[in-house]
């Protein structure tokens, strides 16, 4: 084992291997531990030919190695009650498992297996591909889902953030063993992973496990660099459908990963359209007339760029009352400032949330690893809180008039006939 090099901030430690990969670790007092691996890795690291290679990628990984098949892969952890997943998005492929923190070393060879010493055997590429042509089916097939990946495509108009992470039925057919291999030799380079962990072993030991299985690639002399975003053009675009209800996304470029104001559209986000019930969407349009189930906001950042949506489905008759409404919400949020006593109350509530979420250890894992990629550190839970309690009403008002501008926001509507 090297000479251990720990930061510690007392809640969670993060040390750096010689050849630049990171762990990040945070003592959890349970029989049950998670582990992930976090690459800085997605579909904006595509190009339009290969299209979906990310996603495609994080399927085979888990259909042979040099030393495992696929069925050994997936028997490897769930045998002994784990449980092994991993997902895509836009900058980031992830791999993790929750176990018994017994099985630790076992779920630490496995899943740096996976990643680092899959070969793609051709027989399971098409037998993949079919899975994953099937997954596209099943999308195309729920509105919801579509609306909101065109919203994404119309906004990002020719640029990677704009690529479907399921790629199209094209581009996934003519994915090659070799395009593959050459997009996890560009990407999966040390100084773009992180290793997270969440659980009862000693930092030492996990440290030494994952020394004992790191992958062998050299690190990366250069820093990624990804096309940045620009030229943004405001959009209205309307489908018709033969869906039974109308279904629209609307919303704007918004903040990057680090701009200061991120933790203020975090908190607006969250009171306009968050989960809670009593959020003002739901409480203008749901609770108050009935036109939708579902109506939310959202927020994604990426490190140059970010936007935010609301989406919600209503039925045709009720259409033209909920736009009216969700924009006399934005405007209401652009007037005037909320008075200290109305903000602190949505701070409170946010501030709550965040305590619930991390009793989930598993996200909190995954947050830990994806914050480390992101911003080359990580805030304690209690910083995350100080900062949105430091959010002014006077942001507020900024950020509304900014994002919520009306001559900048873009629309998708999926439109039923009549």
Do not use: W
Request: aromatic share 10%; glycine share 6%; net charge negative.
């Amino acid at each position: 084992m090297t000479n251990l090099k720990i930061k510690d901030n007392s809640v969670h430690k993060i040390h750096q291997f010689p050849n630049g990969l990171r762990l990040i670790y945070q003592h959890h007092p349970s029989n049950i531990a998670h582990f992930g691996i976090h690459i800085n890795a997605g579909t904006r690291d595509e190009t339009p030919d290969i299209m979906g290679m990310a996603h495609f990628i994080e399927h085979m990984l888990f259909k042979g190695t040099q030393k495992r098949r696929a069925l050994q892969i997936i028997s490897r952890l769930e045998e002994v009650g784990g449980e092994m997943n991993a997902y895509t998005t836009k900058d980031k492929t992830t791999l993790y498992a929750s176990f018994i923190d017994g099985y630790l070393p076992r779920a630490v060879d496995l899943l740096t297996d996976a990643a680092f010493h899959s070969n793609f055997p051709e027989k399971e590429m098409e037998k993949e591909k079919n899975v994953i042509l099937e997954e596209i089916d099943m999308y195309a097939d729920n509105p919801e889902e579509c609306v909101n990946d065109e919203f994404q495509e119309l906004m990002f108009k020719n640029h990677p953030l704009g690529y479907n992470i399921l790629g199209t039925q094209d581009t996934v057919k003519s994915l090659t063993r070799e395009q593959s291999i050459g997009f996890i030799a560009a990407n999966y380079l040390p100084h773009n992973i992180v290793y997270a962990y969440v659980g009862n072993s000693s930092i030492e030991k996990v440290i030494g496990l994952c020394e004992k299985y790191m992958p062998t690639v050299q690190n990366g002399t250069k820093p990624k660099k990804r096309e940045a975003f620009k030229n943004y053009v405001p959009f209205t675009t309307v489908k018709e459908t033969e869906h039974a209800q109308c279904y629209c996304v609307m919303g704007n470029l918004s903040y990057n990963n680090l701009h200061p104001l991120k933790p203020a559209l975090s908190l607006l986000s969250n009171l306009l359209g968050g989960p809670g019930l009593n959020s003002r969407l739901n409480l203008a349009v749901r609770e108050r007339y009935g036109y939708a189930y579902q109506i939310d906001s959202s927020f994604s950042t990426y490190e140059d760029t970010g936007y935010f949506s609301i989406y919600f489905g209503t039925d045709l008759k009720y259409l033209d009352k909920t736009m009216k409404l969700v924009e006399n919400e934005l405007k209401r949020l652009q007037k005037e400032e909320l008075s200290e006593t109305v903000l602190n109350k949505y701070k409170r509530q946010m501030e709550g949330q965040m305590l619930l979420a991390e009793e989930n250890k598993a996200n909190l894992m995954l947050s830990l690893g994806k914050s480390l990629l992101d911003y080359n550190k990580v805030d304690t839970l209690e910083e995350v809180i100080q900062k949105i309690y430091a959010v002014t009403p006077a942001q507020i008002l900024q950020v509304a008039r900014e994002v919520f501008d009306e001559s900048q926001t873009s629309r998708l509507l999926y439109k039923s006939k009549a």
